[in-house]
C-alpha cells in the first residue's frame, strides 16, 4: 500500500516525507473503515444508535483508556495529600518512601491512560466522522435526480463536511464524559470520607450544575439549528456558481451573484452572533464554577484545619481535588455545546 502511495505522489510530481514504523496489524477497532458504506437509518434518532452501534468497540475501548487516565489522575491529590502528612509525620522514613512510590506509579498510570485514550478516542472520532458521510455519499449518488429535487448541492455538501464532523466530536467526548462521572464520583467518595460537608458540596453542586447547562441546551439548539440551515444556503450559492459559472459569464450576472452571496454571508453571520452568547454563557459557566468550588472548599477545608479536624496534607488533597473537577466541569460545558450541534447534524443527515 504504501508502495502504491508513492508511485502515485511520483506521478504527480509530489515528494512525499519519509513515513515511521507502522503497526503490521491494528486491532479491529482501530482500523481505517472499509467494506460497503453502512446501512444508516432515514430518522435522526435511529440514524445515531446505530452509527455509535457501528463504533462500539471503539467506543468501548475509548471508555476503558479514558477511565484509566481520569481515575489516575482523580487519585494524584488523594496520594500527594498522604505524602505530605507522611513527611512531616515521620520525616524521611519507610511510610514517606511507600507514599512517594504510589504517588509515582499514579503518575505512571496517568501517562498511560492519557496516552492510550489519545489513540482510541480518536479512532471513535474518525469512525463517525467518515463513517457517515460514506453513506451519504453513496445515497446521493445512487438517487442523484432525486435529492437536486428534494434537497440543495450545498445542503448535502454541508452535511457530508460540516455535520459529520460535529458527529465525530460529539462521538469522541461520549467515552471522556463517561470516565469523568467515574472520577467525579471517586473525587466524592474520598471527600466524604474525610468530611461530609465537603463531599457534599460536589454531590449537590455537580447535578445542579449539569442542570442548569441542559436549560441552555435548547436554545442553543435552536440557533445552532438556524446557523446551519443559513450555512446550507451559503454553500448552495457556491455551488450553483461553480456549476454555471460560464453562463453566468456570458450573461453578465456576477454582479447579480455577488450581491446574492454578500447577501447570504450577512445572514450567515448574523445566525453566528445570535449562537454566540449562548455559547460564551457555557464558556462563562465552565471557568466560573470550578473557581466556585475551590474557594467554598478551601474556605470550609481552612476552618476544620484550625479546628484540627483535618491534616494539612488532607487539606491539600482537597484543594487537588477542586483543581480537578475543573477539567469535568468544562467537558461538560463542551459536551452540551457539541452534541446539540450533533444532534442538528444528524436530522440533516438523516
Known amino acids: 500500500m504504501k508502495r502504491t ?6 506521478r504527480a510530481g509530489v515528494n512525499l516525507p519519509p513515513l515511521g514504523p507502522l503497526p503490521g496489524r491494528w486491532p479491529r477497532p482501530l482500523r481505517t473503515l472499509k467494506g460497503p458504506a453502512w446501512p444508516l437509518p432515514a430518522r435522526p434518532g435511529p440514524f445515531l444508535k446505530m452509527l455509535l452501534a457501528r463504533r462500539r468497540g471503539a467506543l468501548v475501548l475509548a471508555t476503558l483508556t479514558s477511565g484509566l487516565g481520569a481515575l489516575a489522575s482523580a487519585l494524584i491529590s488523594w496520594a500527594m495529600g498522604h505524602t505530605l502528612d507522611a513527611a512531616l509525620a515521620f520525616g524521611l522514613s519507610l511510610q514517606l518512601a511507600e507514599w512517594t512510590g504510589l504517588f509515582l506509579l499514579i503518575i505512571l498510570l496517568v501517562a498511560i491512560g492519557d496516552s492510550l485514550a489519545q489513540l482510541t478516542e480518536i479512532s471513535a472520532w474518525m469512525g463517525s466522522a467518515v463513517g457517515a458521510p460514506r453513506t451519504l455519499s453513496e445515497r446521493t449518488s445512487d438517487r442523484a435526480r432525486s435529492f437536486k429535487r428534494a434537497s440543495s448541492a450545498g445542503d448535502i455538501l454541508t452535511a457530508v463536511n460540516a455535520d459529520a464532523h460535529a458527529l465525530g466530536r460529539a462521538t469522541a467526548l461520549i467515552p471522556e464524559l463517561l470516565a469523568s462521572a467515574a472520577a467525579v464520583v471517586l473525587v466524592a467518595v474520598l471527600m466524604l470520607r474525610v468530611s461530609v460537608s465537603l463531599g457534599l458540596i460536589v454531590i449537590i453542586g455537580m447535578p445542579l450544575l449539569f442542570a442548569l447547562l441542559l436549560l441552555i441546551a435548547k436554545p442553543l439548539e435552536q440557533r445552532q439549528s438556524a446557523f446551519r440551515a443559513e450555512q446550507g444556503e451559503l454553500t448552495s450559492i457556491s455551488t450553483d456558481a461553480v456549476q454555471g459559472l460560464r453562463i453566468l459569464r456570458g450573461i453578465g450576472g456576477e454582479t447579480t451573484y455577488t450581491r446574492a452571496y454578500r447577501a447570504q454571508s450577512a445572514r450567515v453571520r448574523a445566525a453566528g452572533i445570535r449562537v454566540a452568547p449562548t455559547v460564551s454563557l457555557l464558556a462563562a459557566i465552565r471557568s466560573a464554577a470550578p473557581m466556585l468550588f475551590s474557594v467554598l472548599v478551601v474556605a ?30 468544562w467537558l461538560l460545558g463542551e459536551s452540551v455545546e457539541h452534541m446539540t450541534r450533533a444532534w442538528v447534524g444528524a436530522k440533516r443527515a438523516a
Open 300 to 329: 470550609q477545608g481552612a476552618v476544620l484545619v484550625s479546628e484540627a479536624r483535618m491534616s494539612v496534607g488532607q487539606l491539600l488533597a482537597f484543594y487537588g481535588y477542586t483543581v480537578y473537577l475543573r477539567h469535568p466541569v
Open 5 to 10: 502511495y508513492e508511485e502515485i505522489a511520483s
